[in-house]
């Protein structure tokens, strides 16, 4: 009701006002029905057992938001009976208070609010302010709980342990209470909330709260390391709650850092809980974004070039980038072809495609092959309500797909490795998972216009005001002045900047006296910072735009005026606010407002001079360089790394697909593309695309001459065959300047770094530790890092052959260093190569002995025989010598196809952190979905003589 009520007030959808004034009229004929006032879904009783102290989940909760969509109905589109009915609800329940206070007096009464009763305070204070009728009042204040509201206003941080959203949304309640009785008191119970939940009790996200409750100020280390916690930070509720709350406080104060908070609230907390399609991220990119000046984020068609041994350059058109959605776990594969017949029969084939038994697509025993690899994920979900996979009809679904509502999440998950959908709710469920969180992010996404703009009115000499606090494209009607406002924005223009154009039309008289109040917020940087009024700089903000202010024009306005803003965005760490030594090398990275979250899969340490941290910010790879492979024995089955390996695996989420996306690199010179600073392979000059199939990858592109080039395309790069100039490198699109290929000594297909960015070996940057980099003997003895990126070259590239098993299209992966050795997913009978024993040595003790380097991306890889690492190897494919007459299932086994990517894209805002020991591909929060991420860095300074902190 609430969102349907914001729907037609900003835009007066008369689709959504039929929908509107349709359930109200429902609803009145229920409350018609039950004849007192009383409206709801659940029986009266539930109330009998709050009033008698009995164990009951919420009722009030629900009613709340009830009267709450009534009164946004009545008062934002003018529907009377919805304030009629809201009324009479009001009567209802104020009835049965009085006799409860009569029977047993109002300290009885406080103890039945011991429960999660919502935001009841507010909505009676938010009538009050309406009707004015002393009742309403009266039952506002006996909704305000006297415990908590005397300690907020007693300046007392008392959160420690207290439910989250159960508090927030009664000090939404004290902030009513002062816009409708004046009450400083309560205004600054308000202040002093909001301090302490924005403070030592804040992710920087701006959100709150582990498994819903609030820990102890400045105790957060263990919400966002220990997995069981991390996984359940940010109830969605919560973040809803404290905008309003922020909202408020600025409409009362104008203080910037206010609007600065909403921004970095909103941007982190909730733009990304919504499950976008494939077309909603890298179209839309961000609300902010009117065009795309992201080039990682635009949907164009692109041209790719290749230079190819005695070719000259290739011309190849991409196909739109793949459509299917990827949907929750049990659903495993990519979407079926819509016209399939048999939906059933596809998912049965999808599970035996999945499963190491039986025999594979393409009729190659599964018993000859790797079994597939899965990543961790989890399975638990709310047992305690019988909400299991197994009792949900059509629960596969999980996605935002046409003819299904939106899906949303019930927690934000801030730990390291985990995507969205790893807390125990997950994505919901279209018709299953109407939470709570659902109903407030459907109503957040539906008023994201109601804190853009505001407006203070002229007094005396002083003319009215109109403040700019966020940049979004958008559209202002200001009827009161007789101006409209048409903002176009980008928070992602090169620099990094924020951008926007402000053109004023004016719609009676000639011209208009009003200021206009722009915020230049704390995070812009200064001398990046310019705002120009029909294109001379304006220098009178009183002077030059300065952070955390905001810049004052002032003028009489006329008809074609145009204001143009450009902010540099800063990059800044955030510390997380725990006082423990420990924990305070826990900082977040961020990029203006926005969270850039890590793309790993379980770690966060971070080699950084904070003050450099500028310098070491830069643009990921171009996007065409980008290729998936596909196993040519199993359509369903691609190449995707983990942490420490490559495997071949079912796709089941997006997450999956970026780990199956890598950039081929051509060349590998000392210093050139591995150690850059900046990007790696992404100039035409050491680089090149391959050539993709789109016959088999789930794509069903209508550019057929597209698909012709391609095919064209690789038939050429196959002829080309032995020449020396089609060595390649595989590097992983989301671990920048990580390799897949095969270390010297070892036989396992290994995601590795040539050496530190920083210019020394990983194993070195950080700590003490002098153990060699590479698997087997010390590479020390071959006295030059040159001479161990040269075996590092060998060892990472590979020829692309035509295929082993002699289909079609299909291409094989040839070792550089050892000729006559694919890469290969063969299993054969007595295990060969795949022993590995894992002598189960206690890691911090393996790691003294010298078996062991700091980094974790490395340390998996040299204590594969410890703490249990030899389970990473399972389904790691291998280097296997393949003669002629080799078996054909094992020849087989090492053929592939070239597919367009599984990722087409980076995420809109992706940057690439250069530190001392290794790259991250950072993204904004809210522009991911199904990747893996981490929000807080391990961050250690260079001279530090260890990973100190958590990693």
């Known amino acids: 009701l609430s969102a349907l009520s914001f729907v037609v007030m900003n835009t007066g959808n008369v689709t959504a006002r039929k929908r509107l004034d349709y359930m109200v009229s429902e609803l009145g004929k229920v409350q018609e029905a039950l004849g007192d006032g009383y409206l709801s879904a659940f029986p009266s009783e539930h109330f009998d057992r ?61 103890r039945t609010l011991d429960t999660e009763f919502g935001g009841m305070n507010d909505i009676m204070y938010r009538l009050y302010a309406r009707t004015r009728n002393p009742d309403h009042l009266r039952m506002a204040q006996m909704f305000d709980k006297k415990r908590f509201y005397g300690a907020m206003k007693a300046n007392q941080d008392v959160l420690g342990g207290l439910h989250a959203n159960t508090h927030l949304a009664q000090v939404v309640g004290f902030a009513e209470r002062f816009d409708a009785m004046g009450d400083t008191e309560a205004s600054t119970a308000v202040r002093n909330f909001f301090d302490m939940v924005s403070g030592p009790h804040a992710y920087a996200t701006g959100g709150s709260n582990d498994k819903e409750f609030w820990f102890e100020p400045g105790i957060l280390g263990e919400s966002v390391s220990i997995k069981n916690d991390a996984m359940e930070t940010q ?112 998912e049965a084939s999808a599970t035996a495609d999945f499963s190491a038994t039986g025999t594979t697509g393409r009729g190659l025993p599964a018993n000859d092959v790797l079994p597939a690899h899965r990543r961790p994920f989890t399975t638990r979900f709310q047992d305690y309500w019988g909400f299991t996979l197994d009792k949900m009809p059509n629960s596969k679904n999980a996605t935002n797909v046409p003819g299904t509502p939106g899906v949303y999440l019930y927690l934000l998950t801030l730990g390291a490795g985990m995507s969205k959908a790893d807390n125990y709710h997950h994505w919901g469920y279209p018709m299953h998972s ?10 957040s996404f539906a008023k994201l216009a109601d804190s853009i703009y505001f407006h203070s009115p002229a007094k005396g000499r002083d003319p009215a005001k109109l403040y700019i606090n ?108 725990d006082r423990r030594t420990e924990w ?41 360089e980008l290729v998936s492979i596909q196993a040519s024995w199993n359509s369903s089955l691609y190449l995707r790394h983990d942490l420490y390996h490559g495997h071949m695996s079912a796709m089941e989420d997006g997450g999956d697909a970026i780990d199956a996306t890598f950039r081929i690199v051509r060349g590998c010179e000392h210093g050139r593309p591995l150690t850059d600073s900046g990007t790696t392979g992404s100039s035409s000059s050491s680089s090149s695309r391959a050539l993709v199939d789109s016959g088999d990858n789930g794509v069903h592109s209508s550019d057929t001459q597209s698909q012709h080039e391609a095919l064209h395309h690789m038939q050429h790069q196959m002829r080309v065959g032995l020449h020396d100039d089609s060595a390649i490198l595989l590097e992983s699109m989301n671990f920048p300047g990580f390799y897949l290929g095969f270390n010297e000594g ?13 210019g020394q070996h990983p194993s070195t940057t950080g700590s003490g530790a002098a153990s060699s980099y590479f698997s087997g003997a010390s590479h020390s003895a071959h006295g030059t890092q ?14 692309v052959r035509p295929g082993l098993d002699g289909t079609p299209h299909s291409v094989s992966f040839e070792s550089v260093a050892q000729p006559g050795h694919f890469v290969s997913a063969y299993q054969s009978p007595d295990g060969g190569a795949r022993r590995c024993e894992d002598i189960r040595q206690d890691c911090d003790k393996a790691h003294n002995d010298g078996l062991c380097v700091s980094e974790p991306e490395v340390y998996g890889v040299q204590c594969r025989r410890s703490c249990r690492f030899c389970n990473s190897t399972a389904s790691a494919l ?37 530190a001392h020991n290794r790259r991250y591909l950072v993204a904004p929060l809210g522009n991911l979905v199904d990747e893996r991420y981490t929000v807080y860095f391990n961050i250690v300074p260079p001279a530090s003589p260890g990973p100190g902190g958590r990693s």
């Open 235 to 346: 109830e969605i509720c919560t973040q809803y709650n404290v905008l309003k709350i922020a909202r408020s406080l600025f409409r009362w104060t104008g203080d910037v850092r206010l609007a600065d908070f909403y921004e970095r609230a909103l941007v982190n907390g909730i733009l990304g809980v919504t499950r976008l399609t494939d077309d909603d991220v890298h179209v839309g990119a961000h609300h902010h974004d009117h065009h795309g000046d992201d080039p990682h984020g635009a949907d164009h068609h692109h041209h790719h070039h290749m230079a190819l041994a005695g070719s000259g350059h290739m011309h190849l058109v991409s196909s739109a980038h793949p459509k299917h959605y990827f949907r929750s776990k049990e659903h495993r594969l990519l979407q079926q072809d819509e016209d399939e017949a048999d939906h059933s029969a596809g």
């Open 746 to 758: 070892d036989t396992y297909l290994t995601l590795t770094q040539p050496a530190a960015p920083g």
């Open 470 to 577: 966020q940049l979004v494209s958008s559209r202002l009607s200001w009827k009161a002045v007789g101006v409209v406002v048409h903002m176009n924005t980008s928070m992602y223009a090169p620099g990094p900047a924020a951008t926007a154009l402000l053109d004023i039309t004016l719609t009676k008289g000639k011209s208009a006296a009003f200021t206009l109040m722009l915020r230049v917020p704390e995070w812009a940087v200064a001398r990046h910072t310019v705002v120009k009024v029909n294109g001379v700089e304006w220098r009178r903000c009183p002077s030059t735009p300065a952070p955390a202010s905001y810049c004052s024009l002032i003028r009489t306005w006329k008809q074609g005026d145009r204001v143009e803003v450009h902010m540099g965005l800063s990059y800044w760490l955030k510390a997380l606010p």
């Open 584 to 624: 305070q090398s826990l900082k977040a990275l961020m990029m203006g407002p926005f969270v850039m979250a890590g793309l790993t899969h379980d770690t966060r340490h971070l080699v950084v001079e904070e003050a450099k941290l500028s310098e070491l910010m830069s643009e990921p790879g171009d996007h065409e």
């Open 786 to 799: 040159a001479s161990e990126h040269h075996d590092f070259c060998r060892g990472h590239q590979f020829m």
């Open 878 to 914: 291998t280097l296997q010598q393949l003669p002629s007459g080799t078996a054909q299932e094992a020849r087989a086994a090492a053929s592939f196809k070239l597919a367009q990517p599984l990722a087409p894209r980076y995420p809109p805002g992706s940057k690439v952190v250069t």
């Open 50 to 110: 709050v009033e008698a102290l009995k164990g009951v989940w919420a009722p009030y909760y629900v009613i709340h938001k009830i009267m709450a969509g009534l009164l946004d109905a009545h008062a934002l589109t003018g529907n009377t009976q919805a304030g009629t009915m809201v009324e009479a609800m009001a009567g209802y329940f104020l009835r049965r208070i009085d006799k409860v206070v009569v029977a047993k007096g109002e300290e009885y009464w406080q």
């Open 434 to 443: 109407f939470w709570c969180c659902y109903g407030t992010a459907i109503e």
